[in-house]
């Protein structure tokens, strides 16, 4: 097949649009060659990020976050369930990530996308015994629920993001005991006058011990692309997802197949990437949360 | 779906603009209407109604429930309906569900009315046994069986004269009960309490072909309508819901002008439709 | 409990050999090419027949013989309490294909190549042998469509309880939990193509109710050749013959 | 698939599961879709795209009353944005009964009370009603009135999704 080299020949001729599209993959390897690639990031960049937190106001907690032009909402909603036997004193956090075919045209509705699994996996940073109410009895039951808006690559990363920022955003609702021992939830404005001491007055907040953060990495030839595009995850298929906590200790890494090997050099280098990440990602979350208590 | 030619197209056109259809009638008059009660004996009330070649059946049951949490005073009405694939090929497997529940949501709009019950065909509170704890539920089925155009007022008709069929046995409720629990009831055999269905609507569609506009089509005339807006009327005259089909743009002093001629058409309908169930009940009396 | 009393009258007062009461009707659905209402006692279906016609789905064309279809639904209210399965589960789709199979091998296929005939039956009422009524009005669709068929299939089912073969069970005898026997026969021919029994039977019992069965077939028969010579005396007075 | 000689047009609305007080199943909403459907399908130019299709996806990410007609309006601007040749904006507004008042772009207290409510969609510039329900008992006189209302309405919502667009428009040319 005479392919490639007639992709040489032609790569003078042929406007860049339609390089782009016939040989996309000689179009990065160009890019990368000049350690630039097309969206004029440096290789180990990430993209612009933003988190805002709130965004759902019919939910106990809630955030949107950007990396890029990829969106996730999360929302957490507490609902007061009976906890198990075996870990009377724990609550219990459910997550689940949808993709609706809004954020990307490959989903079509009624096919769940083959990422979604991926994603909603669990990351331990909350202590469950937190959402304890009264042993035995009541425990809290924390549905987080995420939805992609748009999907433009690094959606493990953006949905981690957002889920972080949805606990950090959480209020846990006021409850208290009724007389037959049943949990009622009081509404704002029976909340000063009711004479029954609230169950959880001083934990409207979860206290995340540690935060994981993380960064996806493309591994293609010797080059390392941090923080990809959906365009750049369709042609470069290697991926390496490392998840940090706040304190720089390794809490997963991920890389699910692919032609390229990771040797422990490459994977040393994703790791360093992800510690300078880490520490952009959680000056944005501060100031994020700071930003909401000025208001 | 009807396959027609351009002449036969310009044929219904062309009668209509003239207030003379293929079969004779001019453009506000119906197909003559047939009703049958009493024709599913395991529920508690049923009718069959055929408007020219459109045969509909309409079932109500009755079961006892809960009532919601947010309207203990109300019990609950569910319509659905069944689009037969013995009615036209293309209703097989899930191809009618689409028509279905178009039809389903275009008879709960209008006989149910508002979210509040204002306006409702049956009122839900008469459904109450008691307050809170107990309540009938009433489901009303659908099926269309054969289907030549306007199945929306078929089926209307059809359910006002299966709620006018149905007979709710008397339920007792035993003692007084406390707390949570739910009270005993005895349903009585012999007993059973008739709706008043005078205040059910009927559903008058029109539809508009070229620049006029039509009762009771045909599915040949359907085929070449440009939209169609289906009225439920009530015996006072007033409005209990709308739906428009079709995706024409319509001027909103023509759905104006459409409302006053369904108000007139309905009460023609109005009583037809009582005499011939009248006439339907006592035949199924005596038999 | 007793199903069959000492006078030898069963519960609704019919005699084991005799069959609940038969009712048809042809032409009810106005567009289809073919229908019939069928009733066995509190059973009451309907079928419809359109075809045939042009393939649908061109890829189950056949160059040899016309493709025969056929749905069988319920309607929500056709049982005791009311239900709302989702179309084509497992028993539907079982009895869809018995019917289609049972249709088939009595249509004159061969003679309309390329071709599609669909069968619709639709239950109003299901008591007891919806299966052997659906056959009955297909039966009846088909032959009011004008459908070559080798013979008209006619079905009927039979029964054993309290040691007496019964004929056409209906709903309290079926639920008692004997056999069941569903059989369906080419009457003219004698042949017989449908055989369905469930629970067990000693084998010389076994003959006694499908032979019962059978004969049950033949009565349906005869009725359904008198609706049919009478539907045709309707079309022939209508056309003025 | 078979052949057409005009678009087709493929609509969906779904929820989210946060997006109601009570967190729900997140399911699609098949009656709202199919609503949806209709109010767009008549201002779109379908002939102009013979034999494609065009998918039109809502999420509702929280719903606080008055959902359909806010669907159907952003949906149209999505459209437009999209560069789907229509005749004429779509504009949906929604107005309740409650006793003897009329509210117009009712919240979710209001809609679960309301005695009849009256969801009016049309292309404003055109003056003409793609879309029409009426649930609950309604007079004449209240019907002229509420549908002057709605009318009303929809012709400044109409404006203000023209200024979006142009917005939109001239944002994206620098």
């Known amino acids: 097949?005479?392919?490639?080299?007639?992709?040489?020949?032609?790569?003078?001729?042929?406007?860049?649009?339609?390089?782009?599209?016939?040989?996309?993959?000689?179009?990065?390897?160009?890019?990368?060659?000049?350690?630039?690639?097309?969206?004029?990031?440096?290789?180990?960049?990430?993209?612009?990020?933003?988190?805002?937190?709130?965004?759902?106001?019919?939910?106990?907690?809630?955030?949107?976050?950007?990396?890029?032009?990829?969106?996730?909402?999360?929302?957490?909603?507490?609902?007061?369930?009976?906890?198990?036997?075996?870990?009377?004193?724990?609550?219990?956090?459910?997550?689940?990530?949808?993709?609706?075919?809004?954020?990307?045209?490959?989903?079509?509705?009624?096919?769940?996308?083959?990422?979604?699994?991926?994603?909603?996996?669990?990351?331990?940073?909350?202590?469950?015994?937190?959402?304890?109410?009264?042993?035995?009895?009541?425990?809290?039951?924390?549905?987080?629920?995420?939805?992609?808006?748009?999907?433009?690559?690094?959606?493990?990363?953006?949905?981690?993001?957002?889920?972080?920022?949805?606990?950090?955003?959480?209020?846990?609702?006021?409850?208290?005991?009724?007389?037959?021992?049943?949990?009622?939830?009081?509404?704002?404005?029976?909340?000063?006058?009711?004479?029954?001491?609230?169950?959880?007055?001083?934990?409207?907040?979860?206290?995340?011990?540690?935060?994981?953060?993380?960064?996806?990495?493309?591994?293609?030839?010797?080059?390392?692309?941090?923080?990809?595009?959906?365009?750049?995850?369709?042609?470069?298929?290697?991926?390496?997802?490392?998840?940090?906590?706040?304190?720089?200790?390794?809490v997963s890494l991920y890389k699910p197949g692919g032609p390229v090997l990771a040797y422990t050099s490459v994977v040393q280098d994703c790791i360093a990437l992800t510690r300078q990440r880490v520490k952009e990602l959680q000056k944005i979350l501060e100031e994020a949360i700071s930003g909401m208590e000025v208001d | 779906?009807?396959?027609?030619?351009?002449?036969?197209?310009?044929?219904?056109?062309?009668?209509?603009?003239?207030?003379?259809?293929?079969?004779?009638?001019?453009?506000?008059?119906?197909?003559?209407?047939?009703?049958?009660?009493?024709?599913?004996?395991?529920?508690?009330?049923?009718?069959?109604?055929?408007?020219?070649?459109?045969?509909?059946?309409?079932?109500?049951?009755?079961?006892?429930?809960?009532?919601?949490?947010?309207?203990?005073?109300?019990?609950?009405?569910?319509?659905?309906?069944?689009?037969?694939?013995?009615?036209?090929?293309?209703?097989?497997?899930?191809?009618?569900?689409?028509?279905?529940?178009?039809?389903?949501?275009?008879?709960?709009?209008?006989?149910?009315?508002?979210?509040?019950?204002?306006?409702?065909?049956?009122?839900?509170?008469?459904?109450?046994?008691?307050?809170?704890?107990?309540?009938?539920?009433?489901?009303?089925?659908?099926?269309?069986?054969?289907?030549?155009?306007?199945?929306?007022?078929?089926?209307?008709?059809?359910?006002?004269?299966?709620?006018?069929?149905?007979?709710?046995?008397?339920?007792?409720?035993?003692?007084?009960?406390?707390?949570?629990?739910?009270?005993?009831?005895?349903?009585?055999?012999?007993?059973?309490?008739?709706?008043?269905?005078?205040?059910?609507?009927?559903?008058?569609?029109?539809?508009?072909?070229?620049?006029?506009?039509?009762?009771?089509?045909?599915?040949?005339?359907?085929?070449?309508?440009?939209?169609?807006?289906?009225?439920?009327?009530?015996?006072?005259?007033?409005?209990?819901?709308?739906?428009?089909?079709?995706?024409?743009?319509?001027?909103?002093?023509?759905?104006?002008?459409?409302?006053s001629v369904a108000k007139h058409v309905s009460e023609q309908l109005l009583n037809k439709l009582d005499s011939e169930i009248a006439a339907a009940e006592a035949s199924d009396e005596e038999s | 409990m007793e199903y069959v009393s000492p006078e030898g009258l069963l519960l609704d007062g019919r005699r084991p050999m005799e069959m609940r009461q038969l009712r048809a009707e042809i032409g009810t659905v106005a567009k289809a090419d073919g229908s019939a209402v069928f009733e066995m006692g509190n059973t009451k279906v309907i079928a419809a027949v359109y075809g045939p016609r042009e393939v649908q789905n061109r890829s189950q064309q056949m160059s040899d013989q016309a493709l025969v279809r056929c749905e069988y639904s319920m309607a929500n209210f056709s049982t005791g309490d009311r239900m709302r399965k989702p179309k084509g589960d497992r028993r539907s789709t079982e009895i869809s294909l018995v019917i289609r199979q049972t249709m088939e091998a009595c249509i004159l296929t061969h003679l309309m190549p390329r071709s599609q005939i669909d069968i619709f039956v639709q239950v109003l009422q299901a008591d007891v042998g919806t299966r052997s009524a659906c056959i009955n009005a297909a039966s009846l669709a088909l032959a009011d469509a004008g459908i070559p068929m080798r013979d008209i299939v006619t079905s009927c089912s039979a029964g054993y309880l309290n040691s007496t073969p019964l004929l056409d069970l209906n709903y309290v005898e079926d639920s008692a939990g004997g056999a069941d026997v569903t059989v369906g026969i080419l009457p003219k021919l004698d042949k017989v193509t449908l055989l369905q029994m469930d629970a067990k039977l000693p084998l010389d019992i076994f003959e006694n109710v499908m032979g019962l069965a059978i004969e049950g077939c033949k009565a349906v028969a005869n009725y359904i050749r008198e609706i049919l010579l009478e539907n045709t005396k309707q079309l022939e007075y209508r056309r003025g013959l | 698939m078979m052949y057409s000689d005009i678009g087709r047009l493929n609509c969906n609305v779904s929820y989210t599961t946060f997006s109601t007080p009570v967190r729900g199943q997140g399911s699609d909403h098949k009656e709202y879709s199919s609503m949806l459907l209709k109010a767009l399908e008549g201002a779109i130019m379908l002939e102009t795209f013979p034999k494609t299709t065009v998918d039109v996806f809502a999420l509702v990410l929280e719903s606080g009353g008055s959902d359909l007609p806010v669907v159907i309006s952003c949906a149209s601007l999505a459209l437009a944005d999209a560069g789907i040749r229509m005749y004429d904006l779509v504009a949906a507004v929604s107005v309740s009964c409650l006793g003897k008042n009329l509210v117009i772009d009712p919240i979710l207290e209001e809609e679960s009370y309301q005695d009849g409510s009256l969801i009016l969609t049309c292309m404003p510039s055109r003056y003409e009603v793609t879309q029409l329900t009426f649930t609950g008992e309604w007079s004449t006189p209240d019907i002229n009135e509420a549908m002057q209302l709605c009318l009303d309405a929809c012709g400044k919502l109409g404006k203000v999704m023209r200024s979006c667009l142009k917005e939109a428009a001239s944002g994206s040319q620098d």
Request: a negative charge.
């Open chain 1, 1 to 250: 097949m005479g392919l490639p080299n007639a992709s040489g020949d032609l790569s003078t001729e042929v406007e860049v649009d339609a390089f782009r599209r016939l040989f996309p993959l000689r179009f990065y390897e160009k890019h990368l060659s000049e350690s630039i690639r097309p969206d004029a990031r440096p290789l180990g960049r990430a993209r612009d990020t933003t988190i805002a937190l709130g965004a759902v106001a019919s939910a106990n907690g809630s955030a949107l976050a950007k990396i890029g032009s990829t969106t996730m909402l999360a929302a957490i909603k507490m609902e007061v369930m009976t906890p198990s036997p075996e870990t009377p004193d724990e609550g219990c956090i459910a997550i689940d990530f949808h993709m609706p075919p809004i954020c990307s045209p490959i989903v079509r509705p009624g096919r769940p996308a083959e990422a979604a699994p991926v994603v909603s996996k669990h990351s331990g940073m909350i202590n469950l015994k937190e959402l304890s109410l009264v042993s035995g009895k009541a425990a809290w039951m924390a549905y987080l629920d995420i939805y992609c808006l748009d999907a433009d690559g690094s959606l493990f990363d953006a949905a981690l993001l957002s889920a972080v920022a949805a606990f950090s955003h959480l209020e846990i609702p006021v409850v208290s005991l009724n007389d037959d021992g049943k949990v009622v939830l009081l509404s704002e404005e029976q909340e000063g006058m009711s004479e029954r001491e609230p169950v959880n007055k001083d934990k409207r907040k979860l206290i995340l011990s540690s935060i994981p953060f993380s960064l996806t990495c493309i591994l293609h030839k010797n080059y390392i692309l941090a923080d990809p595009t959906a365009e750049e995850e369709s042609i470069m298929e290697t991926l390496v997802t490392v998840v940090l906590d706040s304190s720089s200790q390794l």
């Open chain 2, 1 to 259: 779906m009807v396959g027609l030619s351009a002449g036969e197209k310009h044929f219904i056109q062309g009668g209509i603009a003239q207030d003379l259809r293929s079969d004779g009638r001019k453009r506000l008059t119906y197909r003559s209407i047939y009703v049958e009660t009493g024709v599913i004996p395991q529920a508690h009330g049923s009718a069959r109604v055929r408007l020219g070649a459109t045969d509909v059946i309409a079932s109500v049951k009755a079961e006892l429930g809960r009532p919601s949490g947010l309207q203990p005073d109300k019990g609950k009405i569910a319509i659905f309906v069944d689009c037969s694939p013995t009615a036209a090929p293309m209703f097989e497997g899930r191809g009618g569900e689409e028509l279905s529940t178009e039809l389903s949501v275009a008879l709960q709009r209008c006989l149910l009315g508002g979210k509040s019950g204002a306006g409702a065909g049956i009122d839900p509170a008469s459904l109450v046994v008691v307050e809170g704890k107990v309540c009938w539920d009433l489901y009303i089925d659908g099926l269309v069986i054969s289907s030549d155009g306007n199945l929306l007022d078929a089926l209307a008709a059809a359910i006002k004269a299966a709620l006018s069929n149905t007979g709710i046995p008397k339920v007792d409720v035993a003692a007084e009960t406390t707390g949570d629990e739910q009270p005993e009831v005895n349903i009585s055999d012999e007993e059973f309490l008739q709706f008043d269905t005078s205040g059910i609507p009927v559903i008058v569609t029109l539809t508009k072909v070229g620049r006029h506009y039509i009762v009771d089509a045909t599915s040949e005339e359907e085929s070449q309508m440009s939209s169609a807006v289906s009225i439920s009327i009530n015996r006072k005259g007033h409005i209990c819901g709308l739906t428009k089909r079709g995706g024409a743009g319509l001027d909103p002093s023509i759905i104006l002008d459409m409302i």
